[in-house]
Protein backbone atom coordinates (compact mmCIF):
# COMPACT_ATOMS: atom_id res chain seq x y z
CA UNK A 1 0.00 0.00 0.00
CA UNK A 2 1.12 3.24 -1.07
CA UNK A 3 1.28 6.53 1.51
CA UNK A 4 2.56 10.01 1.02
CA UNK A 5 2.88 11.87 4.28
CA UNK A 6 3.91 15.86 3.68
CA UNK A 7 5.51 17.91 6.46
CA UNK A 8 7.98 21.14 6.52
CA UNK A 9 4.68 23.96 5.88
CA UNK A 10 4.27 26.82 8.02
CA UNK A 11 4.16 30.27 8.14
CA UNK A 12 7.12 32.47 7.06
CA UNK A 13 8.02 35.62 6.17
CA UNK A 14 8.58 37.03 2.40
CA UNK A 15 12.20 36.12 1.44
CA UNK A 16 12.53 33.23 4.19
CA UNK A 17 12.74 29.58 3.25
CA UNK A 18 11.52 26.71 3.92
CA UNK A 19 11.73 22.58 3.14
CA UNK A 20 8.96 20.41 2.76
CA UNK A 21 9.07 16.89 2.84
CA UNK A 22 7.61 14.07 1.39
CA UNK A 23 7.61 10.51 3.17
CA UNK A 24 7.08 7.47 1.03
CA UNK A 25 5.84 4.12 1.64
CA UNK A 26 5.31 1.26 -0.59
CA UNK A 27 6.80 3.59 -3.83
CA UNK A 28 10.23 2.29 -5.53
CA UNK A 29 11.23 5.37 -6.12
CA UNK A 30 13.42 3.90 -9.26
CA UNK A 31 10.04 3.87 -11.29
CA UNK A 32 8.03 7.00 -9.88
CA UNK A 33 7.64 10.26 -10.94
CA UNK A 34 7.29 12.32 -8.09
CA UNK A 35 5.93 15.71 -8.39
CA UNK A 36 5.04 18.60 -6.13
CA UNK A 37 1.83 20.67 -6.66
CA UNK A 38 -0.05 23.58 -4.68
CA UNK A 39 -3.39 25.00 -5.05
CA UNK A 40 -4.22 28.19 -3.68
CA UNK A 41 -7.13 29.52 -2.80
CA UNK A 42 -9.32 29.92 -5.72
CA UNK A 43 -7.22 28.76 -8.31
CA UNK A 44 -6.48 25.62 -9.87
CA UNK A 45 -3.81 22.90 -8.75
CA UNK A 46 -0.40 23.73 -10.60
CA UNK A 47 2.18 21.72 -11.03
CA UNK A 48 5.61 22.98 -8.72
CA UNK A 49 8.21 20.73 -9.89
CA UNK A 50 8.87 17.27 -10.68
CA UNK A 51 11.57 14.47 -10.20
CA UNK A 52 12.24 11.61 -12.29
CA UNK A 53 13.30 8.10 -11.24
CA UNK A 54 16.67 8.98 -13.70
CA UNK A 55 17.26 12.26 -11.64
CA UNK A 56 16.33 14.36 -14.11
CA UNK A 57 14.27 17.57 -12.32
CA UNK A 58 12.05 20.14 -14.40
CA UNK A 59 10.47 23.19 -12.36
CA UNK A 60 7.40 25.86 -12.93
CA UNK A 61 8.56 29.24 -14.51
CA UNK A 62 7.53 30.81 -11.11
CA UNK A 63 9.63 28.84 -8.95
CA UNK A 64 12.64 28.39 -11.12
CA UNK A 65 15.87 29.52 -9.41
CA UNK A 66 14.30 29.33 -6.13
CA UNK A 67 12.67 26.02 -5.35
CA UNK A 68 15.01 22.58 -5.32
CA UNK A 69 13.56 18.93 -5.44
CA UNK A 70 15.52 16.29 -4.35
CA UNK A 71 14.66 12.61 -3.26
CA UNK A 72 16.82 10.78 -0.09
CA UNK A 73 15.97 6.70 -1.89
CA UNK A 74 17.53 5.53 1.68
CA UNK A 75 14.75 7.43 3.40
CA UNK A 76 12.17 7.23 1.11
CA UNK A 77 11.47 10.96 1.03
CA UNK A 78 11.39 13.65 -1.39
CA UNK A 79 12.08 17.13 -0.62
CA UNK A 80 11.09 20.86 -1.68
CA UNK A 81 13.51 23.55 -0.68
CA UNK A 82 12.07 26.78 -0.60
CA UNK A 83 14.05 29.94 -0.87
CA UNK A 84 13.09 33.65 -1.38
CA UNK A 85 9.55 32.93 -0.68
CA UNK A 86 6.97 35.28 -1.68
CA UNK A 87 3.41 35.50 -0.96
CA UNK A 88 2.29 34.36 -4.37
CA UNK A 89 3.90 31.36 -2.96
CA UNK A 90 1.18 30.93 -0.33
CA UNK A 91 -0.86 27.83 -1.11
CA UNK A 92 -1.23 24.15 -0.16
CA UNK A 93 1.49 21.99 -0.98
CA UNK A 94 0.40 18.37 -2.01
CA UNK A 95 2.88 15.47 -2.92
CA UNK A 96 2.10 13.21 -5.94
CA UNK A 97 3.66 9.98 -7.02
CA UNK A 98 2.91 8.19 -10.77
CA UNK A 99 4.20 4.77 -10.93
CA UNK A 100 5.89 4.89 -14.37
CA UNK A 101 4.46 0.97 -15.79
CA UNK A 102 1.03 1.22 -13.98
CA UNK A 103 0.15 4.84 -13.72
CA UNK A 104 -1.19 4.73 -10.40
CA UNK A 105 -1.59 8.06 -9.06
CA UNK A 106 -0.96 8.35 -5.66
CA UNK A 107 -1.66 11.52 -3.92
CA UNK A 108 -0.38 13.17 0.05
CA UNK A 109 -3.18 15.08 2.09
CA UNK A 110 -1.05 18.38 1.39
CA UNK A 111 0.56 20.55 3.82
CA UNK A 112 -0.15 24.42 4.55
CA UNK A 113 2.51 27.21 3.67
CA UNK A 114 1.91 30.77 4.15
CA UNK A 115 4.05 33.54 3.43
CA UNK A 116 3.47 37.02 4.63
CA UNK A 117 4.35 40.02 3.10
Known amino acids: QVHLVESGGGLVQAGGSLRLSCAAS????????MRWYRQAPGKQRELVAI???????NYADSVKGRFNISRDSAKNTVYLQMNSLEPEDTAVYYC???????????WGQGTQVTVSS
Open 96 to 106: NAIIILSGMNY
Open 26 to 33: GIDFRIAV
Open 51 to 57: FVGSGST
